[in-house]
């Protein structure tokens, strides 16, 4: 299996600027995908960017230009660069490993962000 474990959220002003991290062990060779969600209260997860092991990238419109997936591979971490943060990115933010079906997708604990003046 794999692990995820995220950092880097906090509260942070409109405008702000913040970086989250997604730390990942176990069966790394396994991924085929990683992604960030994220749910809002009241609300139901919605998938913000990913990213491909070819490097390929994809956005949900309501961030792109603002968000910037990133991943090392000597560090096995997973990036998300947020800015020009606006109220309405206020969420928790999931970090997901795409793996095979047999193994079944591997999710984070969530780490919250909080848009606020």
């Known amino acids: ?13 409109p405008g702000g600027s913040l970086r989250l991290s997604c730390a990942a062990s176990g069966r790394i060779s396994s991924i085929n995908a990683m992604a960030w969600y994220r749910q809002a209260p009241g609300k ?10 070819g ?12 968000f910037t997936i990133s991943r090392d591979n000597a560090k096995n971490t997973l990036y998300l660069q947020m800015n020009s943060l606006k109220f309405e990115d ?4 999931y970090c997901k490993a795409v793996l095979p079906r047999w193994m079944g997708d591997s999710w984070g604990q969530g780490t919250q962000v909080t848009v606020s003046s």
Do not use: H, K, M, N
């Not at 139901?44 to 092991?53: D, F, G, P």
């Open 90 to 93: 206020t969420a928790v933010y």
């Open 44 to 53: 139901e997860r919605e998938l913000v960017a990913a990213t491909t092991s």
């Open 1 to 13: 299996q794999v692990q995820l474990v995220e950092s880097g959220g906090g509260l942070v002003q």
């Open 55 to 66: 490097g390929s990238t994809d956005y949900a419109d309501s961030v792109r230009g603002r």
